[in-house]
Nanobody, 124 residues
Framework: EVQLVESGGGSVQAGGSLRLSCTASGLGYRSVSMAWFRQTPGKEREGVAAIERGGPTTYADSVKGRFTISQDDAENTLYLQMNSLKSEDTAMYSC??????????????????WGQGTQVTVSS
């Protein structure tokens, strides 16, 4: 059984930093790409960052230069380092795993496995 469990969310002031973690189990060959998505009530889910096994990364324009996605294969953990946070970064953040990676877009229908999410709240 595939499980993705996020942690690290919380409340922070604008300009601050948070690091999200996503611990994966049961993925094995099923995953080539992992990604972070975020969603706020009433809005569509937005792809934030993606990474292909082996290193290439993709970022949404809104987070380029502020967020960094990385993974530790030995620990089966995906990370999202978020710096210079803004109030518009407030959302529920979820990690996802799938078998396709794109250097040009991060689309939720390309991902098969999802975590439950962790809330990030940025106050101005």
């Amino acid at each position: 059984e595939v499980q993705l469990v996020e942690s690290g969310g919380g409340s922070v002031q604008a300009g601050g930093s948070l690091r999200l973690s996503c611990t994966a189990s049961g993925l094995g060959y099923r995953s080539v790409s992992m990604a972070w998505f975020r969603q706020t009530p009433g809005k569509e889910r937005e792809g934030v960052a993606a990474i292909e096994r082996g290193g290439p990364t993709t970022y949404a324009d809104s987070v380029k230069g502020r967020f960094t996605i990385s993974q530790d294969d030995a620990e089966n953990t995906l990370y999202l380092q978020m710096n210079s946070l803004k109030s518009e970064d407030t959302a529920m953040y979820s990690c996802a795993a799938g078998r396709h990676y794109s250097a040009y877009s991060i689309l939720d229908d390309e991902y098969t496995y999802w975590g439950q999410g962790t809330q990030v709240t940025v106050s101005s």
